[in-house]
T-cell receptor, first 112, second 111 residues
């Protein structure tokens, strides 16, 4: 079983839709959870950063962490064509901040 | 723009060769991280340097090595290259205990 599982998609939605992206993980020691957005030919760009369980909102983006279920989600409201990208979840334990474990990414396409 | 600069953007080389990838971290960031991204493995952590010293190691092959210089820029050296080393190599930097910010990567093609 991989440490982090993420559906690769692709996921195609119409503009304005609510998008739900998810990851599951197996390591209960993970404490820090991140979502990165990666456009083609670019590096991953940090979207959301959360510690432990709970919700965090930033504009159209909401991140949820459920440690009891080992499940994290990213919701995008009022999706725009500019949101078309690959979304990567990442997580780590309380040790080295560099050793992030990434999901393989979900490719999202928002159609005008 | 994340502020992390990587050069070159593209590298094409032959099997058995050696290449050096360069990274300049964001101003003030003492930590530099190297990651490899391939289609089948996704993003994998290779190695971390903090203020010139190796801090953590991930799935880095013995043929690969890195260093961080006094001006905080870092180099990743890949030697005895194999076809399977073809991938995107990303550098990231961060201040202490903060999320990573990634550069736009170096695309390595080994023929």
């Amino acid at each position: 079983q991989k440490e982090v599982e993420q559906d690769p998609g692709p996921l195609s939605v119409p503009e304005g839709a609510i998008v739900s992206l998810n990851c599951t993980y197996s390591n209960s020691a993970f404490q820090y959870f991140m979502w990165y957005r990666q456009y083609s030919r670019k590096g991953p760009e940090l979207l959301m950063y959360t510690y432990s369980s709970g919700n965090k909102e930033d504009g159209r983006f909401t991140a949820q962490v459920d440690k009891s279920s080992k499940y994290i989600s990213l919701f995008i409201r009022d999706s725009q064509p500019s949101d078309s990208a690959t979304y990567l979840c990442a997580m780590r334990n309380g040790g080295s901040q560099g050793n992030l474990i990434f999901g393989k990414g979900t490719k999202l396409s928002v159609k005008p | 723009d994340s502020g992390v600069t990587q050069t070159p953007k593209h590298l094409i080389t032959a099997t058995g060769q050696r290449v050096t990838l360069r990274c300049s971290p964001r101003s003030g960031d003492l930590s530099v991280y190297w990651y490899q991204q391939s289609l089948d493995q996704g993003l994998q952590f290779l190695i971390q340097y903090y203020n010139g010293e190796e801090r953590a190691k991930g799935n880095i092959l013995e043929r690969f090595s890195a260093q961080q210089f006094p001006d905080l820029h870092s180099e990743l050296n890949l030697s005895s290259l194999e076809l399977g080393d073809s991938a995107l190599y990303f550098c990231a930097s961060s201040p202490s205990n903060s999320p990573l910010h990634f550069g736009n990567g170096t695309r390595l093609t080994v023929t």
